[in-house]
């Protein structure tokens, strides 16, 4: 069993849909309730096993670097105040000296792109891709039940969930040849596909697990949807040389890349806290209520 100790995590996006928030704020560093979206995807990665944390970034997103260093000013006065649990609270973004490493995408050519551009990072070695938009909460953490599946197949591994037909054309989709539980062995993948010409309503979500070998796909391949370098085509061009698996992850999958689904990630993460579920339900139940109409 091979060991997925690092992480890429393609951040380079300008956020044009958050506008005018992302004019100065990158958007991975958006609250969603009260942590940070990049927090989220970094917390999932370092519950399975993720030891070394690879960021595809693009200029203006300084703060991101600075997010995950040491604020010694900072945990300095909270430690005079005496405020031991926004101390702790703060210490769990620090990340260990020498794990993090930043890689510049100087112009947006697509998700392929931003992955080919940690290869010397990553080296010889399977490992993860995260995207910080897809915010998935789940039990056990989408990822780690992505390394568990990978450990007994191994190949490239990407995380799937069911969507309606006319959803398709928003997502990569999973031409699936056989199942056995939660995984779909796959003798293709479909880029946005119309719904007529999808293979099935199993679609891509961010979480990947890659073999080494993806890098010379990347390298190889042309333009794709969008004219960029897609992702899904470099996977789908090492079907035979590799296996490709689909996993059904356990879980709820948010689109906090689209306004509407950063409200509802808001708002879902919110109930699930007891500190917060009692007034936000009372508050949500009132503005629900039936309005007399204006005379």
Known sequence: MTHIRKAVFPIAGMGTRFLPATKSVPKEMLPLVDKPLIQYALDEAREAGIEEFIFVTAAGKGALEDYFDTARALEQQLRD????????????TNLPEGSLSFVRQKHPRGLGHAVSLARRLVGDEPFAVLLPDDVISAPKGALSQLVDAH??????????????????GSYGVIDPETSVGRVIRARGMVEKPRPEKAPSTQAVVGRYILEPSIFDRLAQISPGAGGELQLTDAICADIGATQVAGYQFEGERFDCGSVQGFVQATAAFALARTDLNLELTEFLSGRMKPRPLAA
């Open 151 to 168: 450990a007994q197949t191994g190949g490239h591994m990407v995380a799937t969930m069911r969507v309606a037909p006319d959803q398709t």
């Open 81 to 92: 105040n005496g405020k031991t649990s926004a101390l702790e609270t703060l210490e769990q």
